[in-house]
């Protein structure tokens, strides 16, 4: 007789969450994806990333590839929040931000030499929130990426979890913090 395996059903439908998420990324004004962003947001808080390594016909999708897949989507995320209408959040910026922050405090110290590869803490300083427009790049949907309370505050919540991390990551941060 074989061994029949049982699976907890969060390591079947994560894995076909996180393969929504590009596809969330290109409709960055959809109004269903703030709920998406809360379901994986709360599953990822709540351990389930674990069973990504136990997960069936998801060999190839860890916690480092989830990771390397949200900043990607992250960093490359156009600008859509304008000056004009700031009532109109970027509702996938926000869950793109919210999600990598969890992703960061559930994998701890473990992806910090990523996180400064990647030059996350960089980016979400200067193109997510101190970006300054130029003669060439300036109108309703000038920098920096995030305009909206919402945006900023989860940008600023981004920055402090990477900063709680590793020492490295801090001390980055405090080092653009006292250039500006």
Known sequence: LQTLQLFHPISFFL?????????????????????????????VSRDAIRFFNASIGADSVTEQFIIEQTLSLLISHPICESRKA?????????????????????????????????????IVFYSMLFEIPTEFNHGPLAPPKCKSTTARTAAFELLSQLARTAVPLYRQLLALILKE
């Open 15 to 43: 894995p076909i969450l996180f393969g929504f998420l590009p596809k969330v990324n290109s409709s960055p004004l959809v109004w269903s994806t703030e709920e998406y962003f809360t379901l994986l947001q709360q599953l």
């Open 86 to 122: 700031p009532e109109k959040e970027d509702k996938t910026l926000i869950g793109l931000l919210r999600l990598t922050k969890v992703l960061i405090e559930k994998t701890n110290t473990q992806f910090v030499q990523l996180y400064l590869e990647k030059e996350l803490i960089e």
